[in-house]
């Protein structure tokens, strides 16, 4: 067996289009393994307000508000 790729992704912000990725990758993560041996990794998270990461269960640590 190969070694699953490891994809890290930084979002700006979660607007719709932002919700609507992690909502995407959450609901397919398991097919994304098992179809392209690749695991999706949120790494930060551009957002001016860090409740939002709250409400999909994500950690505070991956918030920024910082785009430098």
Excluded: C, P, S
Excluded at 22 to 38: G, Q
Excluded at 47 to 62: P, Q, V, Y
């Amino acid at each position: 067996m190969t070694k699953v790729k490891e994809l890290n992704v930084a979002l700006l912000g979660l607007g719709t289009v932002g919700k609507g990725l992690v909502n995407l990758l959450n609901e397919n993560k398991d097919e994304i393994l098992n179809k392209h041996n690749a695991k999706v990794n949120i790494v930060k998270v551009y957002e001016r307000n860090a409740d939002k990461l709250e409400k999909f269960g994500m950690d505070r640590a991956l918030f920024t508000d910082n785009m430098q």
